[in-house]
C-alpha cells in the first residue's frame, strides 16, 4: 500500500488536475446548465467509473497495449469522437421546453434518464485514449515496488483519484445546475444553451479526433 504521505500528495495533484480546464471537466459544467444539477451528478458518477476502468487497464498492461498500438489509440479516440459528434447532434436539434418541471427544468420525459446520464460519463471517459495513456505514464510515479503490489497500489491511487476528481466535479455539477435552473425558464434561453451546448460538443469531438498519441 503507498505511504500516508504518498496518498496526500497525490491527493492534492489530483485535485488540481480536476481543477485544471479540459474536456471532462467542461462536459459536467456544460451537461449540468443544460440538464440540471441532478444528472450532472449523473454525468459525474459516470466519469468516475470510467476512471476506474482506466486504472484497472493501467493495472493489468492493457493501456501499454493502447500506447504501443497506433491502430488501437486512432479507434478508440474515432469512437469517441463520433459519439460526441452524436451528442452535438442531438443537442443542436433539441427544441426548447413546452413546459417545465416544478423545479423550473424541461419535464423528465423529455430529459435523459439518470442512468442514461451515468452511461454518457462511463462513454465520455473510456473513449479518451489520451486519459489512458496519461493514467500509464501518471499513477506508477506514486507506487513503489518496495512497498508490496504495484498493481494494487495502483488501484489505491485510481480510486483517490476517483475521489478527488469525485468532489471538484460534484460541486461544479451543483454550483451550475443552480445557474442552469435559473436559465431554463426561460424557452430563448433553453434553445441558446441547446445550441451552445452542441457547438461544446462538437469542438471536443473535433479535439479528440485530432489527438495525437505524443
Request: glycine share 10%; proline share 5%; net charge positive.
Amino acid at each position: 500500500m503507498p505511504s500516508i504521505e504518498t496518498l496526500v500528495t497525490f491527493f492534492g495533484v489530483a485535485v488540481v488536475l480536476a481543477l485544471t480546464p479540459g474536456p471532462d471537466n467542461i462536459f459536467v459544467l456544460v451537461q449540468s446548465v443544460q440538464r440540471g444539477g441532478r444528472l450532472g451528478l449523473a454525468v459525474v458518477l459516470g466519469l468516475c467509473l470510467g476512471i476506474v476502468g482506466h486504472t484497472a487497464a493501467v493495472a493489468l498492461g492493457l493501456a501499454a497495449v493502447f500506447a504501443a498500438s497506433s491502430m488501437a489509440f486512432t479507434v478508440l479516440k474515432f469512437c469517441g469522437a463520433a459519439y460526441l459528434a452524436w451528442l452535438a447532434w442531438q443537442a443542436l436539434r433539441a427544441p426548447a421546453a413546452t413546459a417545465q418541471g416544478p423545479d423550473g427544468l424541461a419535464p423528465a420525459t423529455q430529459a435523459p434518464g439518470w442512468w442514461k446520464m451515468v452511461g454518457r460519463g462511463i462513454v465520455m471517459n473510456l473513449t479518451n485514449p489520451k486519459v489512458l495513456i496519461f493514467f500509464l505514464a501518471f499513477l506508477p510515479q506514486f507506487a513503489d515496488p518496495a512497498r508490496g503490489s504495484v498493481a494494487l497500489q495502483l488501484m489505491v491511487l485510481g480510486l483517490v483519484f476517483m475521489l478527488a476528481t469525485m468532489l471538484v466535479f460534484g460541486a461544479i455539477a451543483c454550483f451550475s445546475g443552480v445557474f442552469g435552473a435559473l436559465l431554463m425558464r426561460s424557452a430563448r434561453a433553453q434553445t441558446v444553451l441547446n445550441r451552445v451546448a452542441g457547438l461544446v460538443f462538437l469542438g471536443l469531438a473535433l479535439r479528440l479526433a485530432t489527438a495525437q498519441r505524443s
